[in-house]
């Protein structure tokens, strides 16, 4: 079983970006699906996170960023718009089986990460 990430990339301040996570290879839908982001030195930040029944946002993104999920395709889908410099960083795709949680440990499995450098 693997994530595997797209998207990403450079943007300017106040602009948008997507971000495009595929799960293949696991034997039923992963039950929760969620993004972190993480600075070198530093812990990973819960970014959003969904589930089939719920869907939540960290505080630092909440209603900048919108997470959606296609179960017909296994695939989650982070639109991020307003960006700000701040949220430069490497953002990682997660699935689980214990819901949303917002700590790294609660996922089973990540994708390699995605560079998101936000810049004038």
């Known amino acids: 079983a693997q994530l595997v990430e797209s998207g990403g990339g450079l943007a300017q301040p106040g602009g948008s970006l997507s971000l495009s996570c595929a799960a293949s290879g696991f034997t039923s839908n992963p039950y929760a699906m969620s993004w972190f982001r993480q600075t070198p030195g530093q812990e990973r930040e819960f970014v959003a996170g969904?589930?089939?029944?719920?869907?939540y946002y960290g505080r630092a993104v909440k209603g900048r960023f919108v997470i959606r999920r296609d179960t017909s395709e296994n695939t989650v889908v982070l639109q991020m718009d307003d960006l700000k410099i701040e949220d430069t960083n490497v953002y990682y795709c997660?699935?689980?089986?214990?819901?949303?949680?917002?700590?790294?440990?609660?996922?089973?499995?990540w994708g390699q990460g995605t560079q998101v450098t936000v810049s004038a």
């Open positions: 969904t589930s089939r029944t719920a869907t």
């Open positions: 997660a699935a689980g089986e214990r819901g949303v949680v917002t700590t790294p440990t609660g996922y089973n499995y």
